[in-house]
């Protein structure tokens, strides 16, 4: 059982960067890939980042490449985005996950456990 809480959101104007944090519990959080998700209110979830158990393994969006990077400190149970040249189109609700994605990273529901999300708005 993870149990995953972020931080880290708010209001922030375009350009801008925010880093947001996503804090598990359970002593098995470095077993587990680690994946951000975002919601735009009218709009699916969609897949931000994921992370590998060791950090190695990286993927992102088209969407945000390039301006967002995802990382992780397994001694700290923390995983977090880090969010630069932000735009309006960034604004959602951001959701950690974990979980042992096997076919496809991009895939929400390969993840067994979400936070309850953080909001970012990016004002023009």
């Known amino acids: 059982q993870v149990q995953l809480v972020e931080s880290g959101g708010g209001l922030v104007q375009a350009g801008g960067s925010v880093r947001l944090s996503c804090a598990a519990s359970?002593?098995?959080?470095?077993?587990?890939?680690m994946g951000w998700f975002r919601q735009a209110p009218g709009k699916e979830r969609e897949f931000v980042a994921a992370i590998s158990w060791s950090g190695h393994v990286l993927y992102y969006a088209n969407s945000v490449k390039g301006r967002f990077t995802i990382s992780r400190d397994n001694a700290r149970n923390t995983v977090y985005l880090q969010m630069n040249s932000l735009k309006p189109e960034d604004t959602a609700v951001y959701y950690c996950?974990?979980?042992?994605?096997?076919?496809?990273?991009?895939?929400?529901?390969?993840?067994?456990?979400w936070g309850q999300g953080t909001q970012v708005t990016v004002s023009s």
């Open positions: 359970g002593r098995t959080f470095s077993s587990y890939a």
């Open positions: 996950a974990a979980g042992f994605p096997r076919r496809s990273w991009p895939d929400p529901t390969e993840y067994d456990y």
